[in-house]
């Protein structure tokens, strides 16, 4: 992995600036997939596509924003641009906040899928309250009758919130419509978690 130039950019609505990561180059070296159909690649980090502006909290696409400047990452901490916050991933509550800005409604919970299992995935199931709890299963509901069947990872991902959700059979049957031998393995993996009644988080597949 090797980092690109670091971007200064402009909140559209009140002008506070922000710092943005690039990447130059990348790999899949040390990829994890996850049974929530989460691809996590140590070598090729995923970067954010919108944030909340730290100033005056409104949402904003950072393709949307104005760049100031480019500037070296070794000059991050240095210089007239070192004070700029970096633009860090969004949290559950920022995905969940999202949801009724961003029109892609599929991708919107998709990620607040992630994002809560990135909770469990970082070892904080502490940090996770009741309302997040209700308002994780209330987001597998409403992705179920979103995801594309004929798309393999989105059959993963609905076997996944039929799982979680304790309904087994279901997770079942939909899991096997994966009819791909290149992914005998991972449908293998994934039904015996189902007949073992698991609804917890694992892994599929590390390279």
Known sequence: MKPGPNIIIECPYCGQKAKQRTLLTGNNIGSTLWSDGKLVLPML????VFTFCTSCEQFYYIHDAKEIVREFPEASSAGLWGH???IELPAFWEYYKALEIIPDKKYARIKLLHSY???IRE???KMITHEMHLLHFRNLYELLGLLDETVPGELIIKAEAYRN???FEKSELIINKITSKDLKTIKEKYLHQIK?????LFVLFKN
Not at 45 to 48: D, T
Not at 196 to 200: A, T
Request: without cysteine.
């Open 165 to 167: 959700l304790g309904l």
């Open 84 to 86: 700029i916050d970096f």
């Open 123 to 125: 070892g904080r199931d």
């Open 45 to 48: 980090p995923e970067l954010p």
């Open 117 to 119: 299992n990135d909770i």
């Open 196 to 200: 073992n009644n698991n609804k917890e």
